[in-house]
């Protein structure tokens, strides 16, 4: 990891028509404004107000919230506002499922995240976050988390760790382009 890698210009053999700019290779903790960690509470049943993501409630293979077993945190929510998901929000699980990942969506409503996850809020002005979420769903991804957990005894996947992890990136419009093809 080397700055002459950021330098290194990638361009990619197939594209979208009207885009010629090289890629850029960018670390994930440049794509966000800042990595956070989720509430530490235990689960009570759906309040019918607060949703409460935890990593058993993102689908394994959609990377969909699963609204199967809905719940709500059980704690005071007073403070709760910077648990709150907002739109833009990549979420990682740091144990357990390790690399799952689910974008939120405002469709959801008021979710609260649970502290084994961590929130990745993307930059929007500069980064696509369905860009960057469909960045985790590729085979690169697989093997950052499967080489980057085994380093440790407790196998898990911090913020820092999940910052390091590098991505080829384009111009916004294209990001949002190739985000939006996904997306379908």
Do not use: C, M
Not at 38 to 47: F, I, S, T
Request: cysteine-free; glycine content about 8%.
């Amino acid at each position: 990891d080397n700055e002459n890698d950021k330098n290194q210009v990638l361009v990619p053999a197939l594209r979208f028509t009207g885009f010629s700019d090289g890629w850029a290779h960018y670390h994930l903790r440049e794509a966000v404004v800042s990595f956070d960690y989720g509430l530490n509470a235990p689960a009570k049943p759906y309040d019918f107000k607060n949703k409460y993501l935890r990593i058993k409630d993102i689908d394994e293979i959609s990377r969909t919230f699963s609204t199967a077993d809905l719940t709500s945190p059980d704690t005071d929510l007073v403070d709760s506002d910077k648990y709150l998901a907002r739109e833009g929000d990549l979420f990682f699980a740091r144990t357990g499922s390790i690399g799952r990942t689910y974008l939120y969506s405002k469709d959801e409503g008021k979710v609260l995240f649970a502290g084994y996850l961590i929130r990745g809020h993307i930059k929007q002005d500069l980064f696509s976050p369905d860009f960057v979420f469909y960045n985790t769903l590729t085979n690169g991804y697989y093997s950052f988390v499967k080489t980057t957990s085994a380093r440790s005894v407790q196998p898990g996947i911090n913020a820092q760790e999940y910052g390091s992890y590098k991505l080829a990136i384009p111009s916004l419009p294209e990001q949002q382009r190739i985000g939006a093809l996904f997306k379908e």
